[in-house]
């Protein structure tokens, strides 16, 4: 019989830094071969779903514990092979031609594209009738993609929708590329 001041108690709910410990393992199972992509994938689907320490367990059970030796190998072997492609990038942009930024005060908006109605025109196939535009808004510099075929990007991200952009930026509009100078 129960009393009324009895109750059920039920597991503790997972910590972050429980659920944060399997994916690493599961993440390191894969970079070292030891996980094939699909049951990486399922394995990562249900560590997202547990709801009890011993699920996480057996998710994996069969994978050695953490290695702070491969982990550091594995991170370094990721900061060298990412060396290349930033360095590459920072001597090109360097080398760009600069786009000059509008005077603040002129309050006007600069749309660019292949068409000659635009302020700044670039004819380039890559680039659309009217691709893009430049506002400022709030002391800041606005550039928003306007739903051109080849895209828009600000230091090599694809502009959804709108971004800001300053002084030394690099911005392509298709295949053309331009390093954002105020002077």
Do not use: C
């Not at 982990?71 to 360095?87: C, M, N, Q, Y």
């Amino acid at each position: 019989m129960t009393s009324s001041f009895e109750f059920h108690t039920y597991p503790a709910r997972l910590s972050d830094a429980e659920r944060d410990r399997a994916l690493r393992v599961l993440r390191d199972g894969i970079a070292l071969g030891r996980l094939s992509h699909d049951t990486f994938i399922r394995r990562m689907e249900l560590a997202l779903i547990a709801r009890r320490s011993d699920e996480l367990a057996a998710l994996t059970a069969d994978l050695p514990a953490e290695n702070s030796w491969s982990r550091v190998v594995l991170r370094t072997v990721g900061a060298i092979s990412g060396f290349g492609p930033k360095l590459r990038r920072a001597w090109q942009v360097e080398r760009l031609p600069k786009l000059q930024l509008p005077h603040p005060a002129s309050g006007h908006s600069l749309r660019i594209g292949r068409d000659p109605a635009n302020g700044l025109r670039l004819s380039h196939e890559t680039v659309s009738r009217v691709h893009a535009e430049l506002t400022r808004q709030g002391g800041m510099w606005i550039l928003r993609d306007l739903g051109s075929t080849n895209g828009t990007t600000v230091n090599g991200r694809r502009v959804i929708g709108a971004a800001v952009v300053r002084d030394g930026d690099q911005v392509s509009f298709g295949r053309m590329s331009f390093r954002l100078s105020s002077d």
